[in-house]
């Protein structure tokens, strides 16, 4: 009788353990290094950290109590609030404007016109450092296409480039543009720039490090309305001087 009850209880202490183990394998465990929820359609101010790869946005707009009252569309007078630095109602631009936040409510030209100029520090660096991987997140193929040409043959001829942007004095916005769902919005840049290039024996060929030029870019950026995403990329360039 006492073997029998030892045997018993032996198989149900083997059965707990095995049930205990494959529960804990489903379940698993919390160590208190656990990543948070990933959320796809958070930006990324609100994620921990920088990732690796990620897009800087240029902002879409609106805040969320906003957003909520533009369900329907903007209304005019908030149209003409928004536009009031940038274009009347009744220009060209400012009817080009219009039509572009009625088709995305949550736009802002103010806080696009933000990000374009982070954008375009960010650009004016890594071309200059030949930076790719960051100019594939923030440039349309084509751009990107004639950034990459132009850095492989400076690499080729063994040269290095260097660029320090002093600031940007002006950016504003010259045209807009919807092409179906796509916008398209163009901006005037006045900036200050040091730029030199060296070759492989470090002997200037073009530039002057110790002077300061005034650069005029004309660049398009583009986004799909229709698209969660509220990333805008470089399409066109263009240099005024």
């Known amino acids: 009788m006492s073997e029998a009850f030892d045997i018993y209880t032996l198989l149900f202490l083997v059965l707990a353990v095995v049930i205990f183990i494959r529960l804990r ?53 908030d149209i003409q609030e928004r536009l009031e630095r940038f274009a009347k109602t009744d220009s060209p631009l400012g009817k080009s404007l219009t039509t572009l936040i009625k088709a995305d409510p949550t736009f802002d030209p103010t806080e696009f016109l933000d990000g374009a100029k ?87 060929v073009d530039g002057d490090p110790k002077k300061v030029r005034e650069v005029t870019d004309i660049w398009t950026f583009s986004r799909d309305t229709a698209s969660r995403n509220p990333n805008w990329k470089l399409v066109a360039t263009e240099a005024a001087n």
């Not at 698993?28 to 990324?44: A, F, H, L, V």
């Not at 920088?50 to 209304?75: D, I, W, Y």
């Open 25 to 77: 394998s489903v379940l698993g465990r919390r160590t208190g290094n656990e990543r948070p929820p990933y959320d796809p359609y958070s930006s990324p101010e609100t994620k921990q950290g920088t990732p690796e790869g990620t897009v800087v946005a240029l902002p879409r707009g609106r805040n969320a109590e906003a957003q909520v009252g533009e369900a329907a569309g903007p209304s005019a007078e």
């Open 118 to 204: 982070m954008a375009y520090e960010m650009i004016v660096a890594a071309f200059a450092e030949g930076d790719e991987k960051t100019l594939q997140q923030l440039l349309g193929e084509d751009v990107l296409d004639g950034f990459s040409r132009a850095i492989a043959e400076r690499e080729q001829r063994g040269e290095t480039h260097h660029s320090t942007l002093v600031g940007i004095d002006k950016a504003d916005i010259i045209e807009a543009e919807m092409k179906n769902k796509q916008a398209f919005i163009t901006v005037k840049f006045v900036s200050e720039l040091i730029s030199v290039t060296r070759d492989s024996a470090g002997e200037i």
